[in-house]
């Protein structure tokens, strides 16, 4: 069965530090892969996505995140991060063949940085 | 400026009424879809529409019901059948052609209590 798992519930980190939050799905095929932010009480804005090609895709506000397909994972990162990053984060796979838009979500992980 | 609108932020329910929450989109998008959030358990599909006067059931359509009779809206009626209502919906909507079809935009939510 198609599964996105995000191990991470809830990870806390300095403001400045480096970050990696983890994504591992499980699919027939490479997916379409997504990276979504939520802060508290709004609707999910789009990080990143990795649709072919290059397998370290950049988004905005910094974060990068790099699909590895011998590891099923697609990890996003940001080298230093800022307390304005502390917000709920979504790794998500989507079908890569045919007119399913459907996505599959991960739980999330809760992300608090510490000034 | 394009966007996904969802009204009302807040909404409360009586016990064995109805309630219905508008989703409204000027992306010129195909594809429309309902999300239940619950803290811990990540976005549920309720009910999603690829094209107008079509929807689909999605994971937990129990107690919901939709309609699609114009492409730019797409309303959830929560039923007095949905015994737990409470939680936080978000609509979402996905683009026109090619790769894009599968990047799904959101809009910023609204929060249902029960009375």
């Known amino acids: 069965a198609q599964s996105v798992t995000q191990p991470d519930i809830h990870i806390t980190v300095s403001e400045g530090a480096s970050l990696e939050l983890r994504c591992n799905y499980s699919?027939?095929?490479?997916?379409?892969l997504f990276w979504y932010v939520q802060s508290p009480g709004q609707g999910l804005q789009l990080l990143l996505k990795?649709?072919?090609?290059d397998t370290l895709v950049q988004g905005i506000k910094g974060f990068e995140a790099e699909f590895k397909r011998s590891q099923s994972s697609f990890n996003l990162r940001k080298p230093s991060v800022h307390w304005s990053d502390a917000a709920e984060y979504f790794c998500?796979?989507?079908?890569?063949?045919?007119?399913?838009?459907?996505?599959?979500w991960g739980l999330g992980t809760s992300l608090a940085v510490n000034p | 400026d394009g966007g996904i609108t969802q009204s009302p932020k807040y909404l409360f329910r009586k016990e064995g009424q109805n309630v219905t929450l508008s989703c409204e989109q000027n992306?010129?998008?195909?594809?429309m879809y309902w999300y239940r959030q619950d803290p811990g358990q990540g976005l549920r599909l309720i009910y999603y529409?690829?094209?107008?006067?079509?929807?689909q059931k999605g994971d937990i359509a129990e107690g919901y019901s939709v309609s699609r009779e114009k492409k730019e809206s797409f309303p959830l009626t929560v039923t007095s059948a949905q015994k737990n209502p409470t939680a936080f919906y978000l609509c979402?909507?996905?683009?026109?052609?090619?790769?894009?079809?599968?990047?799904?935009?959101f809009g910023a939510g609204t929060r249902l209590s029960v009375l």
């Open positions: 699919y027939g095929a490479t997916p379409y």
């Open positions: 529409s690829q094209i107008v006067n079509d929807f």
């Open positions: 998500a796979v989507g079908a890569n063949a045919g007119n399913n838009r459907k996505l599959i």
């Open positions: 979402a909507s996905s683009g026109t052609g090619g790769i894009k079809k599968n990047i799904q935009y």
């Open positions: 990795y649709f072919s090609g």
């Open positions: 992306l010129n998008h195909d594809a």
